[in-house]
């Protein structure tokens, strides 16, 4: 996955930036939390499913590290 | 007449996790391989912890036990000091555990000397280098040997019989029901059982006829050579020993000891660079952080150790290869972007065999087992289990 | 329920799993309801899976906590998993019988409902959709909507508005929530919202996950389908939920609506109480009367007045508190036990009734002693049954429960059950092994933490211990483990059977519990003893005590020779008896052969019944700990002088000496000197018993102290007794159960004195007794002068018998023996010759050389191992049924024998023990030379200077609990002369303590004890050397 800057309103993606362009989020098709390997102190994550104009991604907004990653999802 | 001996460490795997670990030392210690007792140091002996039972009731008899795991890796070091002595001693040298193996003597006891003098004299040095006990035992053949080891001498044929009447059957390595059922009957040691009729035992105790002969099996193959361990080595000899046949001699050596590795598919940890002159020899060595496998690389390599530090005019270079370990098969990724065929858009079972032609290894790794390299999210794995892919 | 204001979110909980869903719930049912309480729930649902243990609980904590309390469970059917509530009393009877079917009609611990049983027997229940593992999510998750919506149609045409879609936001990624919302409207079914609860805050998930690890025996990094992929499933808030579902208000307004609807009923009722055959209350309690009152002339010959007016009194309670039909219930149990000559005994506070006794429940007086009736039945305490426990022949007590079941029938009578819950050692384990720790680093910890211990105190126990604190454990490495052992601490771990607990029932039992089938194979319900009191179900405990077997035996063989032995009436003045239990020589008796036992009597020195009751008593961890056993001794045998306080505490105290030592003592103390009530007296006994919190301790002080002032007790003095109710009632005894316990203890040192021979064969036919091994019982009789025959093939018997005084061994201890070998034996015997049993007995060849071994033919050739030769040359063509014998007749008779201690070793290897000999009898002198003395000279030496060794196997070592908390160790030494009691005090133990648990031949060095027991206290001790023979 990759770090990229996304914008953020109530605490769901509305904008994301891929290969140096940024577009919006147009609908968010999934959201999910996983707890990880907790016992090897691997924290929460956010996870979003969105439908964008270059295709669907996986947002994950670690909020440890207060990061989002992306990857493309065919 | 041969002399074969088998020597044993005892607190062989004891000194090898001190080593590792000072804290280790005066402390009652266990090492435990598949939760019995390998090894008990002499602290845990008090305790009647001894080899052979098991973790739970070592910890029972001694509260304070600290147990560790076996670790081969870590005896590598000094099971290497401890045999090398042996090693100068005579060619055939073979270690069956780390802490025990037989030798062959014969033809290396000077006159005057015996062969307890001798064995005396090498656990001495063995004992100076790396503070290990040994005892030892021995006799004409492998069974003998073991079966003496802990008189510290060796067995002539004619004290052959008064010596095994001595022997408990125990030291056969039988399980303590059938020595139990043995002394029933009366046979307590091996010289007892070596003269009881075959017919007995089928009577008696229902064995197969051919199952205590195994018990008194004799000879078997004579001990050999696994020591010192194998290393590839080359030599060429120069003429006039300037810069330019130096470095022609690297070049070709490098090939030479390549080509070896790559026939027995090993790879080397660690080079030495010998250099024979009139006036001694001049050893270089080097340790890489990964191990060498290709001519290239070794000669690039030993060109940078030789550098500034060759000597004048050696009349003899050698390469030695140590360390030596089985070369890992490489994984070509056919779905990682890297492949030097991806250009050429051939289907999938042309281009592995392409590979595998090229590289000679069966092995090619497909997208699948790419993937599990980077491995997988936790919730992944668990809807996979519920028949679900998660992105 | 009453409704809440406009803005609170009118939501309740309706899917929620507690402990009882058991490796699954996080969090206990009181942790569940105060969380909802504290968030202004005005109901709460519970819904383990399968189960309705929580049920009797539940309800209990909500009503405490003002909360509906809403029953049900989530089933699962073989497509999935429904929740189900109950919404009347008769739903909560359906919801029983249908988990009774999805237990019992499948294999033990995979309860599956048939679907078919759901839709046609689910009356009054409420039913949700489920949750992600529910048939409709599959379908939908199939993309099989159709289907989908024909299952919701059928539910719906079912249940009609009872049935509701459930929708779950636990951030799970794939839900079908969306199609669960179409369908829903759709159809036009409601929606409710619910968030799967399984433990109260999100902290927890860890916790709930490790369970599930430790459910399907998994390591933590290995996936499973039911492992939750987060931590959403915790007890939202209302607004928490009202939030979550903003856009279906009314999935959560629905909540709300359910709870309202369902009734507000009481799962217990009058009907499940059994009738004995009697319709009404008067005809029960006429009958019980008439009984009782035949049995008190059986018993007593002449009714006194006094005994009329106690009878009267006890009846009185008994009938006006509807206890008659269990009373008759219990007789006629005993009388069917007295028909089938299973020996029994009542035990525990029932022994406080004289109508039990003269029923013949228990074998106390009752009315002779003067114990306090209220003891048992507190008539103010009218809705809980009385509490009959009946120990049993333990051969037979499958028998006397079968009788029960068939009396009662099978739908009326189960087991009670009992919850194994997470202790220190089981949740090291269990969460170390998921956690992927090694073995040994867990073997351990585990092994060297006190059973007791509770997974909350590891940490400490860690600090505290000597021997843990040895380990050298590097905090770090286990921090997780102790923090997730201590979350699961007490939390249960499975369903068990109770030991003796029986439950009976007027109305079929499913009506008011689930039955399931546990791990034993018989038929439990799902609550345990708790929850069967809480509501109010007739309950016996039919307890095994293998001592009433070796009674009974005892009885049979005393019978031979003495025909007109009745043990019931020994006489309990046998002076040769308290001799006996004063020497400290009565291995063997019933709770008289305990080290501690042996080293009090001789103290004490016992005289009388009452010195033996009282034994029982003292010798606990209660009054040990609490430093009352030196003053009663003290007292009891005039050393110290009684300080009189009040006339009235004088005479209640005065068969103890002027120690509170019995709960009903607190009791009379209550009444007599404060004025307290029957009832009030004994509710004060048990808050004092029960409840430690100083606030409530001090209430009840004052209470006491006022009513006796009133009583016209002087302040000082009443505070000054309520002191010592304080110290003493928290541990103090039941004095019925020690009148019990003392009785048959008094009985078998009677027995072991009279009757030795009989009495030690007996034992040995009912081991394990449970307290010494069958080598020290035959070398206790050796030492009494009691010979021990050994194997005979013609003259042993299966079992141990007396011959002519002595013991014979039976043919049942060999090693290895079959049943059909026994009988076999018996029936072809007797032989003639070797040859002849070779030839006509069919018994295996390692069985023949076992007998050989152990002497059971010496009668034909005493050269053991010339008979082993000869069996081997022997050979039996079986196929043609010819039998070669060859030369199985001749034995050779040149082969040496073994030798004596060969012979002893084969002995003890095959039967646990040598009829003749005892291993430091060849030792003896090599340890004479090492200046150790055998027991039987120790215990003779009366000098309590002069430095002693002992050399023998140590027998039972334990370590009662103290008042400072250090160890003592208490041990028996057996040598072949006998047994000698060893006391480790905490210094020696910090020095010696490894050699008592590790090693089983020791030498002990030190004094006799100063204070008069036969023992010796132990300065140092070592390791037995190698000695040779």
């Known amino acids: ?74 | 007449m041969r002399l074969v001996v088998y020597v044993t460490f005892k607190f062989f795997y004891v000194a090898v996790a001190r080593q590792h670990d000072p804290d280790l030392q005066d402390v009652p210690l266990a090492v435990l391989k598949d939760n019995r007792v390998l090894d008990a140091s002499q602290e845990a002996e008090k305790w009647d912890v001894h080899p052979g039972i098991s973790c739970r009731l070592a910890q029972q008899r001694c509260p304070d036990l600290v147990c560790v795991d076996f670790n081969p890796d870590q005896c590598r070091t000094l099971y290497d000091d401890a045999w090398q002595v042996f090693a100068e001693t005579t060619p055939l040298v073979e270690p069956v555990e780390f802490h025990a193996g037989f030798l062959d003597l014969t033809g290396c006891v000077r006159a005057g000397k015996t062969v307890a003098e001798l064995m005396q004299e090498r656990l001495t040095e063995v004992f100076c280098k790396t503070d290990l006990r040994g005892t030892w035992g021995g006799g004409q053949d492998k069974w003998l040997a073991r079966l003496s080891c802990g008189e510290d001498r060796w067995i002539a044929p004619t004290d052959e019989e008064a010596f095994l009447a001595r022997v408990s059957i125990r030291r056969l390595g039988v399980s303590s029901d059938f020595c139990e059922k043995l002394q029933r009957y009366g046979v307590r040691s091996v010289g007892e059982l070596m003269k009881v009729p075959r017919s007995f035992f089928q009577i008696h105790l229902g064995s197969p006829a051919g199952a205590w002969p195994l018990l008194l099996q004799r000879g078997g193959p004579s001990v050999k050579a696994l020591f010192p361990p194998p290393v590839v080595q080359a030599r060429k000899h120069l003429h006039w020993g300037d810069d330019m046949e130096i470095l022609r001699a690297i070049g070709y050596l490098s090939e030479e000891v390549a080509r070896e590795l790559e026939r027995c598919h090993q790879q080397a940890g660690r080079f030495r660079v010998v250099f024979c002159c009139s006036g001694g020899e001049t050893t270089l060595e080097m340790k890489p952080t990964r191990p060498l496998g290709s001519a290239e690389t070794l000669e690039r390599f030993i060109r940078r150790l030789v550098g500034e530090k060759r000597p004048e005019r050696p009349h003899e270079i050698r390469v030695i290869l140590e360390d030596l370990t089985p070369l890992p098969q490489p994984q070509i990724d056919l779905w990682r972007n890297k492949t030097p065929l991806r250009e050429k858009r051939i289907p999938i079972e042309k281009s592995r065999e392409i590979l595998e032609r090229k590289y000679g290894f069966q092995i090619v790794q497909s997208g699948v087992d790419y993937a599990k390299t980077v491995p997988p999210r936790f919730a992944q794995l668990i809807y996979a289990r519920r028949g679900m892919h998660l992105p | ?1029």
């Open chain 1, 1 to 74: 996955m990759r770090t990229l800057p996304v914008t953020v309103r109530d605490g769901r993606p509305t904008k994301m930036t891929w290969n140096r362009r940024t577009f919006s989020v147009d609908k968010i098709v999934d959201h999910w939390r996983e707890s990880g390997r907790w016992w090897e102190g691997e924290g929460l994550c956010e996870f979003f499913l969105v439908h964008t104009i270059r295709g669907m991604f996986v947002l994950r907004f670690d909020p440890k590290k207060d990061r989002w990653y992306a990857k493309p999802v065919r």
């Open chain 3, 1 to 1029: 329920m009453q409704s809440q204001s406009a803005d609170t979110p009118r939501f309740v909980h309706l899917h929620v799993h507690s402990e009882f869903s058991f490796l699954d719930g996080a969090s206990t049912l009181e942790r569940l309801v105060r969380c909802a309480a504290e968030d202004g729930a005005r109901a709460l649902a519970l819904t383990d899976h399968d189960n309705l243990c929580g049920a009797p609980e539940f309800v209990h904590l909500c009503q405490t906590a003002g909360l509906k309390p809403i029953l049900g469970a989530e089933l699962t059917l073989s497509t999935g998993h429904v929740t189900v509530l109950a919404r009347t009393r008769k739903g909560f009877s359906s919801l029983c019988r249908l988990l009774t079917w999805a237990h019992l009609e499948n294999e033990r611990g995979k309860p599956i409902l048939d679907e078919a049983k759901l839709l046609s027997y689910g009356e009054d229940l409420i039913v949700l959709s489920g949750c992600a593992r529910s048939p409709l999510a599959e379908l939908l998750r199939r993309k099989r909507f159709e289907q989908a919506r024909a299952w919701v149609l059928a539910y719906r045409s079912r249940f009609g508005d009872n049935f509701f879609i459930e929708l779950q936001r636990t951030l799970e990624p794939k839900s079908q929530n969306s199609h669960l919302i179409s369908l829903a409207k759709d159809l036009r079914i409601p929606l409710i919202a619910t968030n799967n609860v399984h433990y109260t805050r999100v902290e927890l998930a860890e916790a709930q996950d490790i369970l599930c690890c430790i459910r399907h025996l998994i390591r933590v990094d290995e996936p499973h389908e039911d492992r939750k992929i987060n931590g959403e499933l915790f007890l939202k808030s209302r607004q928490e939920m009202a939030e979550l579902f903003a856009d279906l208000p009314e999935a959560i307004e629905n909540t709300w609506e359910i709870a309202a609807r369902c009734e507000d009923y009481d799962i217990s009722e009058p009907r499940f109480l059994p009738r004995f055959a009697f319709a009404g209350r008067e005809a029960a309690g006429r009958q019980l009367c008439s009984l009782s009152f035949a049995g008190a002339k059986e018993r007593y010959g002449e009714i006194t007045p006094e005994l009329k007016a106690r009878l009267d009194h006890e009846l009185a309670i008994i009938i006006d508190l509807g206890f008659a039909d269990y009373f008759l219930v219990v007789h006629d149990l005993v009388q069917f036990a007295k028909r089938n000559r299973i020996r029994h005994a009542g035990r525990g506070s029932a022994a406080d009734s004289a109508v039990a006794y003269c029923l013949d429940i228990t074998k106390v007086d009752a009315f002779q002693r003067n114990l306090r009736f209220e003891r048992f039945i507190n008539p103010q305490r009218r809705l809980n049954l009385p509490d009959i426990d009946i120990d049993f022949d333990a051969r037979h007590r499958d028998r006397v429960t079968e009788y029960v079941t068939g009396r009662y029938g099978k739908d009326h009578v189960a087991t009670v059950c009992a919850f194994a819950r997470f202790r220190a050692r089981s949740a090291i384990r269990d969460v170390a092994k998921a956690l992927g720790f090694a073995v040994t680093d867990i073997d351990r910890i585990a092994k060297t933490m006190h059973w007791a211990t509770s997974a909350k105190g590891i940490r400490r126990a860690i600090e505290r211990r000597p021997e843990l604190r040895a380990l050298k454990i590097p905090q770090r490495k286990f921090e997780l483990l102790f923090d997730l052992c201590e979350t699961i601490n007490d939390l249960p771990r499975h369903i068990s059977t109770h030991l003796g607990g029986v439950v009976i029932t007027g109305d079929p039992i499913w009506e008011i519990s689930p039955l399931q089938i546990a791990a034993k194979g018989v038929q439990i319900v799902q609550y345990d003893k708790d929850g069967i009191e809480d509501l109010r179900l007739l309950k016996l405990d039919l307890l095994c005590l293998r001592m009433l077997g070796a009674v009974e035996d005892s009885v049979t063989m005393i019978a031979k020779r003495d025909p007109v032995f009745d043990y019931d009436r020994i006489p309990c003045d046998d002076e040769p008896t308290f001799e006996l239990v004063r020497s400290g020589e009565s291995a063997g008796a019933f709770q008289l052969e305990s080290p501690a036992q042996m080293s009090l009597h001789p103290r004490l020195k016992t005289s009388t019944y009452e010195d033996v009751v009282a034994s029982v008593a003292l010798i606990r961890p209660g009054p040990v700990k609490g430093e009352m056993v030196e003053p009663f001794i003290r007292r009891r045998r005039g050393l110290e002088k009684i300080s009189s306080i009040h006339p009235t505490i004088d005479k209640i105290l005065r068969h103890t000496y002027g120690v509170v030592l019995f709960q009903e003592q607190v009791v009379s103390i209550a009444i007599e000197l404060a004025g307290f009530s029957p009832g009030q007296a004994d509710t004060l006994r048990r808050t004092i018993s029960h409840h430690r919190s100083e606030e409530k301790m001090k209430q009840l002080g004052e209470i006491f102290v006022a009513q006796a002032v009133s009583n016209g007790v002087e302040r000082q003095i009443a505070q000054t007794v309520f002191s010592w109710l304080e110290g003493y009632a928290g541990y103090g005894f039941c004095e019925a159960h020690a009148a019990a316990f003392g009785d048959t203890s008094y009985r078998t040192a009677y027995l072991l004195k009279h009757y030795p021979a009989e009495f030690y064969a007996a034992i040995l036919n009912n081991e394990p007794m449970g307290y010494y091994s069958e080598g020290t019982i035959v070398n206790e009789a050796r030492c009494r002068g009691i010979q021990v025959l050994g194997l005979h093939i013609q003259k042993s018997h299966q079992d141990f018998t007396v011959e002519n005084g002595a013991i014979r061994v039976g043919l049942k201890q060999v090693k290895g023996i079959s049943e059909s070998d026994l009988t076999t034996i018996s029936e072809r015997r007797p032989f003639a010759s070797w040859g002849d049993f070779l030839q006509r007995a069919s018994v295996s060849r390692d069985v023949i050389e076992n007998l050989v071994l152990c002497g059971a033919f010496d009668c034909f050739q005493t050269n053991r191992r010339a008979l082993l030769f000869s069996l081997g040359t022997y050979h039996r063509n079986v196929s043609q049924d010819n039998f070669l014998i060859s030369s199985a007749e001749s034995v050779e008779e040149n082969i040496p024998d073994f030798t004596l201690y060969e012979r002893m070793s084969h002995e003890w290897d095959i039967l646990g023990f040598s009829p003749t000999s005892h291993p430091l009898q060849f030792w003896r002198k090599a340890l004479a030379n090492q200046g150790v003395f055998p027991n039987s000279e120790i215990k003779r030496i009366r000098s309590t200077r002069r430095l002693l060794r002992a050399a023998g196997w140590i027998i039972r070592p334990h370590t009662p609990p103290t008042k400072s908390g250090e160890t003592v160790v208490f041990f028996s030494l057996e040598d072949e002369t006998g047994l000698l009691n060893i006391t480790v005090f905490p210094r020696i133990y910090e020095r010696f303590g490894h050699l008592i648990f590790g090693q089983p031949l020791v030498v002990v060095e030190g004094h006799k004890d100063k204070r008069g027991a036969n023992s010796l206290v132990a300065n140092r001790l070592w390791k037995c050397p190698e000695l040779s023979i």
